[in-house]
């Protein structure tokens, strides 16, 4: 069976404190346009995590299901 969360987790490792740094530092720096077309970009990222979050928990939910009721997965 796939399991579909380990794309997800590696797409949520820690950067290092240097690529931290930067990003803060570029964020701080810019327009005011240029924030909010960064804060919507991180939302959209963030909402696609969710999503696929989501999908897996009600993938799972299923396959629970499925060996509740005896049917089971061979």
Known sequence: MENRVDPI???LG?????????YIERVWNM?????FNELMRVQ???AKIITA???EIVRLQG????????????
């Open 14 to 22: 820690t950067a290092p404190d240097d690529l931290k740094k930067a």
């Open 63 to 74: 396959v629970l299901r499925e060996l509740e009721s005896g049917s089971g997965l061979h």
């Open 31 to 35: 327009t005011k346009s240029e924030l």
């Open 44 to 46: 959209a990222e963030s």
């Open 53 to 55: 979050s989501h999908n």
């Open 9 to 11: 987790l590696e797409n």
